[in-house]
């Protein structure tokens, strides 16, 4: 089973830019979530998307979005790239429901705004 | 407030050295504690999952072990291939089911 593919794997912006990073999930998982990781703050939940629809939020800015499609594929969009946006952003995929729930993450899309 | 702390930030083992890692939570209602692996450049690859006090998992070198407080990773005669950042996560069944992960330790072992 091919596992969790994240499209670019890297990306150089400017200030004030905008961003698209794409996320494959494994076949047959629903939900979809997004972090972003930095060194200092480790692993931070953006959001979750389970069949199309935004299931949990984290406590990031509104130029944080995210989407997910009928076929499972997940984007996540930033507008208005800020220097503190540089960071690595990993997406997971989650097998099973509840109490049996995991997530199997992707290689990650390491952003650098310049 | 749900919260995951892992100690220490990094450890540095002699090839052979047994240790553990830990991994203390707070959170409302657990529903499980997982442990990845994340080598430098790529995603966390999934190791455990814990759902309740008591239990026990293993895989090679590793074995993880949760009490209602806290988590340990104990690592057995490490190799130098163990060598990686350890993450621990929490999922919280009163927020959710939202994923909560603490900032991990960084495994050197040196041959």
């Known amino acids: 089973k091919a596992g969790v593919t994240q499209t670019p794997r890297y990306l150089i912006k400017t200030r004030g830019q905008q961003v698209t990073l794409s996320c494959s999930p494994i076949s047959g998982h629903r939900s979809v979530s997004w972090y972003q990781q930095t060194p200092g703050q480790g692993l931070q939940f953006l959001f979750e998307?389970?069949?199309?629809?935004?299931?949990n939020k984290g406590n990031f800015p509104g130029r944080f979005s995210g989407r997910q499609f009928s076929n499972s594929r997940s984007e996540m969009n930033v507008s208005t790239l800020e220097l503190g946006d540089s960071a690595l952003y990993l997406c997971?995929?989650?097998?099973?429901?509840?109490?049996?729930?995991?997530?199997?993450f992707g290689p990650g899309t390491r952003l650098l705004v310049l | 407030e749900d919260q995951v702390t892992q100690s220490p930030e990094a450890l540095r083992l002699q090839e052979g050295e047994s240790s553990s890692l830990n991994c203390s939570y707070t959170?409302?209602?657990?529903?499980?504690l997982f442990w990845y692996r994340q080598d430098p450049g790529k995603g966390p690859e999934f190791l455990f999952t814990l759902y309740s006090a008591g239990e026990e998992k293993e895989k090679e070198r590793l074995k993880a072990t949760l009490t209602k407080k806290e988590s340990f990773l104990h690592i057995t005669a490490p190799k130098p291939e163990d060598s990686a950042t350890y993450l621990c996560a929490v999922q919280a069944e009163l927020t959710g089911n939202q994923f909560y992960f603490g900032t991990g330790t960084s495994l050197t072992v040196i041959p």
């Open positions: 959170v409302s209602g657990l529903r499980g």
């Open positions: 998307y389970f069949s199309e629809t935004q299931r």
């Open positions: 997971a995929s989650h097998s099973g429901q509840g109490s049996e729930e995991t997530q199997y």
